[in-house]
């Protein structure tokens, strides 16, 4: 795919998941643009060129720690997109465990806020930020066996849309992608037959890719970006068209 090699110069990217899937391709396509990027992963690594963090978003001091370091070490933080997530086992609504529950909402739900929350007050000081959070059309629709990361998307969803709105005039911009179902490890946890049902519901026929959903990410953290906030943007081989 096409890139504009110096979009973001000069610019500091954080992205969490780095290591793999979405969020791999993303840190890709930012250093390919010219950004510096620091990549946060529970299990470390990280494409070549980005620094490599380890933490889990889901504990708030590891996430401000990750931040710190990351200014400390490659400048104030333009960028953050939230790409860490995990889906949860497949299993239906009665057999969801609390442990189960949490553990899918610690991460994918206060995992993004925490994030959220501690780049904020660097980028409302400077004047400029762009955050992307990935939801899931999950998040829109709801997928059967799949009530915790159903939940839990939703719940990015809203708060990408009360952030956006909390700091509308500060000059940072906060949006969230909701894909379908994208070809990456993620996918590893799931029964085929989960998997299986979200491909039907694509009129694509077709997952989508890792460089296709990073493609729009970086366009909603660039420059370009700079009249749409709170918003929700599908990339979902024309499953949601709302």
Known sequence: ?????????????????GSSGIGAA????????????ASLDLDGGAPDGALTLHGDVSDSQQVEAAVARAASELG???????????????????????DEWRRVMAIDADGV??????????????GYGRIVNVASIAGKEGNPMAAAYSAAKAAVIAMTKAI????????????????????TPILDGLAQSHIDYMIERIPMGRMGTPDEV?????????????????????????????
């Open 164 to 183: 956006g709105k909390d700091v509308a005039r500060t000059g940072v911009v906060v949006n969230c992608i909701a894909p379908a179902v994208i070809e």
């Open 214 to 242: 990073a493609t729009l990410a970086c366009w909603l953290a660039s420059e370009e970006c700079s009249f749409s906030t709170g918003a929700t943007y599908d990339i979902s081989g024309g499953r949601a068209v709302y």
């Open 26 to 37: 993303t840190v890709r396509r930012l250093l390919a643009e010219g950004a510096k990027v």
């Open 113 to 126: 806020f925490f994030c959220n929350r501690a780049v904020l007050p660097g980028m409302i000081e400077r």
């Open 1 to 17: 795919m096409a890139r504009n090699d110096d979009r973001f110069a000069g610019r500091v990217a954080l992205v969490t998941g």
């Open 76 to 98: 104030p933080i333009d960028v953050l997109v939230c790409s860490a997530g995990i889906t949860g086992a497949s299993i239906s609504t009665v057999d969801v465990s609390d």
